[in-house]
């Protein structure tokens, strides 16, 4: 994929018109009342209790963003150029939809949580809190082999940290006081609004493209828009978010390195992404991706020193107190070979073939490596010379690896989703000498 990847995303091809038509009207309305009817269902069906409780008040906040579309689209028959049917329009029921599908969820969840309700959070809110605790007071976020082998059978799971040492940072509010705003998924909201609106300032200030068009005008405005419905608003993204959300900051992470890329700044995209790596794993892939778009520009050393200086400081003080420790929880437990397994078993390709075929397990390992040596190989050979390039791999690479991994959750699902979704909004980097 090269600069052919940014054309095929401008191209009228089917989707493109969707997208597009009723000035992107016709497919927010779309998006707004499945999710509706996705909510609605999980709150009547899911077997467990955060995600059923998001879906009772998901349900409504989508279907009021699905009745203000409504509006939006009678406006614009009545007038096309009514400012209600304009993209600043969209931006504000993109925000009131993330606003009472994600954050009033997140904040009634933590609340009750605070009060004493127990069943309204998912292990991994648990698991951060406890590891910002760890890191409080011992200076490392995991403990070693033999001290999640004390713990009752029934609490050795949450004794694991599968996360980089990053992650315990946003445990530390917990470690400090009890209250709602200490819960993990607060901070973790934070940093995600934080880091997406980052990136889409990185995407309307940056630098124009080849073309000259500005970063934040037209269609790639609109592109931006529905970047973030992606990783907003789209339910994969605001369930996690509102009942664990440990992936979403690595997510908005990788959008802003990604946008930085596109505006010529590759030390920052490298501070960028590498910040996502010090936080959990899967942001390395995007780290090695954007290594090999910076080299086609004569500044994968530059990227390189962020995107993998980063993650070696934040394992550094981990590694000096407890080297096992770290092992045991970032290498043994992810690859099966902990106290105790995942209870990530989402029925993908790669869960299926390890749990149904005799030696399955090496069946599927050998397909996933075979996938990642597919993908080195298309990097060695022909590297993404454009940022929407860069994003185009990411977010197939990263299907690929999801779909293939014998230890997988459908909530992962949201990282080639949302990078898919963010490529159009990318533009060239500029051709003058870049910002550091």
Same mark, same amino acid.
């Given at each position: 994929m090269t600069a052919a990847a940014d054309r095929a995303t401008r191209a009228p091809a089917p989707w493109r018109r969707i997208? *597009?038509?009723?000035?992107?009207?016709?497919?927010?309305?779309?998006?707004?009342?499945?999710?509706?009817?996705?909510?609605?269902?999980?709150?009547?069906?899911?077997?467990? !209790?955060?995600? *059923?409780?998001?879906?009772?008040? =998901?349900?409504?906040?989508?279907?009021? =963003?699905?009745?203000?579309?409504?509006?939006?689209?009678?406006?614009?028959?009545?007038?096309?150029? =009514?400012?209600?049917?304009?993209? !600043?329009? *969209?931006?504000?029921?993109?925000?009131?939809?993330w606003a009472t599908t994600t954050l009033l969820p997140l904040l009634a969840q933590s609340a009750q949580r605070a009060a004493g309700r127990t069943d309204r959070a998912q292990e991994e809110v648990v698991v951060v809190e406890h590891s910002g605790n760890r890191l409080a007071e011992t200076g490392t976020p995991y403990l070693g082999h033999d001290a999640i082998a004390a713990l009752p059978a029934d609490e050795r799971l949450l004794g694991y940290t599968p996360y980089q040492p990053g992650m315990a940072l946003f445990g530390l509010p917990r470690a400090v006081a009890d209250g709602w705003w200490t819960d993990a998924r607060v901070w973790f909201a934070v940093a995600t609004a934080l880091l997406l609106a980052l990136a889409v300032r990185v995407l309307r200030t940056g630098a124009p493209t080849a073309s000259g068009d500005p970063a934040g005008g037209g269609d790639r405005a609109a592109a931006v828009l529905r970047g973030i419905q992606a990783a907003t608003v789209l339910p994969v993204c605001a369930l996690t978010l509102a009942t664990g959300g440990d992936d979403l900051p690595v997510l908005a992470a990788c959008l802003l390195a990604l946008a930085l890329a596109a505006t010529g700044r590759p030390g920052r995209a490298g501070l960028a992404v590498g910040a996502a790596g010090a936080l959990k794993l899967?942001?390395?892939?995007?780290?090695?991706?954007?290594?090999?778009? =910076?080299?086609?520009? *004569?500044?994968?050393?530059?990227?390189?020193?962020?995107?993998?200086?980063? !993650?070696?400081?934040?394992?550094?003080?981990?590694l000096l107190v407890d080297r096992d420790a770290l092992v045991e929880n970032v290498l043994r437990f992810p690859l099966g070979h902990g106290l105790v397994t995942s209870p990530a078993q989402s029925p993908f390709p790669g869960h299926l073939i390890a749990t149904t075929l005799p030696g399955g397990r090496a069946v599927a390992a050998a397909l996933l490596v075979a996938a990642g040596a597919a993908i080195a190989v298309r990097l060695l050979r022909r590297p993404p010379r454009t940022a929407t390039a860069a994003a185009l791999i990411c977010g197939y690479g990263l299907l690929a690896a999801i779909l293939l991994m014998p230890t997988t959750r459908f909530g992962y699902l949201l990282y080639p989703v949302a990078l898919l979704a963010w490529a159009p909004a990318l533009t060239r980097p500029a051709p003058a000498s870049a910002a550091p």
């Amino acid at each position: 994929m090269t600069a052919a990847a940014d054309r095929a995303t401008r191209a009228p091809a089917p989707w493109r018109r969707i997208d *597009r038509a009723a000035g992107g009207l016709a497919l927010d309305l779309g998006l707004y009342a499945a999710s509706a009817a996705f909510a609605a269902v999980t709150a009547a069906t899911s077997t467990l !209790p955060p995600h *059923r409780a998001w879906g009772s008040i =998901a349900a409504f906040g989508y279907l009021v =963003a699905a009745l203000a579309v409504a509006g939006q689209l009678a406006a614009r028959r009545r007038d096309a150029a =009514a400012p209600l049917a304009g993209l !600043p329009a *969209r931006w504000a029921v993109t925000g009131l939809a993330w606003a009472t599908t994600t954050l009033l969820p997140l904040l009634a969840q933590s609340a009750q949580r605070a009060a004493g309700r127990t069943d309204r959070a998912q292990e991994e809110v648990v698991v951060v809190e406890h590891s910002g605790n760890r890191l409080a007071e011992t200076g490392t976020p995991y403990l070693g082999h033999d001290a999640i082998a004390a713990l009752p059978a029934d609490e050795r799971l949450l004794g694991y940290t599968p996360y980089q040492p990053g992650m315990a940072l946003f445990g530390l509010p917990r470690a400090v006081a009890d209250g709602w705003w200490t819960d993990a998924r607060v901070w973790f909201a934070v940093a995600t609004a934080l880091l997406l609106a980052l990136a889409v300032r990185v995407l309307r200030t940056g630098a124009p493209t080849a073309s000259g068009d500005p970063a934040g005008g037209g269609d790639r405005a609109a592109a931006v828009l529905r970047g973030i419905q992606a990783a907003t608003v789209l339910p994969v993204c605001a369930l996690t978010l509102a009942t664990g959300g440990d992936d979403l900051p690595v997510l908005a992470a990788c959008l802003l390195a990604l946008a930085l890329a596109a505006t010529g700044r590759p030390g920052r995209a490298g501070l960028a992404v590498g910040a996502a790596g010090a936080l959990k794993l899967f942001a390395w892939p995007v780290a090695l991706v954007l290594i090999a778009w =910076a080299a086609t520009h *004569r500044r994968a050393g530059r990227l390189a020193a962020g995107a993998l200086g980063l !993650p070696a400081l934040a394992l550094l003080p981990a590694l000096l107190v407890d080297r096992d420790a770290l092992v045991e929880n970032v290498l043994r437990f992810p690859l099966g070979h902990g106290l105790v397994t995942s209870p990530a078993q989402s029925p993908f390709p790669g869960h299926l073939i390890a749990t149904t075929l005799p030696g399955g397990r090496a069946v599927a390992a050998a397909l996933l490596v075979a996938a990642g040596a597919a993908i080195a190989v298309r990097l060695l050979r022909r590297p993404p010379r454009t940022a929407t390039a860069a994003a185009l791999i990411c977010g197939y690479g990263l299907l690929a690896a999801i779909l293939l991994m014998p230890t997988t959750r459908f909530g992962y699902l949201l990282y080639p989703v949302a990078l898919l979704a963010w490529a159009p909004a990318l533009t060239r980097p500029a051709p003058a000498s870049a910002a550091p």
